[in-house]
């Protein structure tokens, strides 16, 4: 594989990587924001039904908690993406210069070889 075709596969793999990784946060937030919209009808549904100071409080609380968690379960989850779209992007950075590392190193050991066979002519 010449050098152009590598580096084509290289920009391949990454626009995969981050093709898939938008596309699971896409999801992410698409599923989110119908809990939000479901917490909120909930939220509504209950209001009419509170007479007293402390029962709005109580619903007030049970409310804060529910987003609280469900804030916390998404930044984790897209935590997570970011991380393994990193990890895989790493990977595919360390093989090109792994790959580079070794093409020089095969070019040195021809060199040398070069070298020994002008020297023992």
Do not use: C, H
């Amino acid at each position: 594989m010449n050098a152009f075709e590598k580096s084509a596969q290289v920009g391949r793999e990454l626009f995969e990587i981050n093709a898939e990784t938008l596309r699971k946060i896409t999801e992410l937030s698409a599923e989110n924001f119908k809990k939000y919209i479901e917490l909120n009808q909930d939220y509504m549904q209950k209001l009419p039904e509170v007479r007293e100071v402390s029962s709005f409080v109580e619903l007030q609380r049970e409310y804060g908690e529910k987003l609280w968690n469900g804030m916390r379960e998404d930044l984790n989850a897209r935590g997570s993406i970011i991380r393994e779209a990193v990890e895989e992007t790493g990977q595919v950075v360390r093989g090109v210069f792994s790959d580079a590392g070794e093409e020089v190193a095969d070019a040195v050991e021809e060199g040398a070889d070069q070298v020994r066979e002008a020297a023992a002519a």
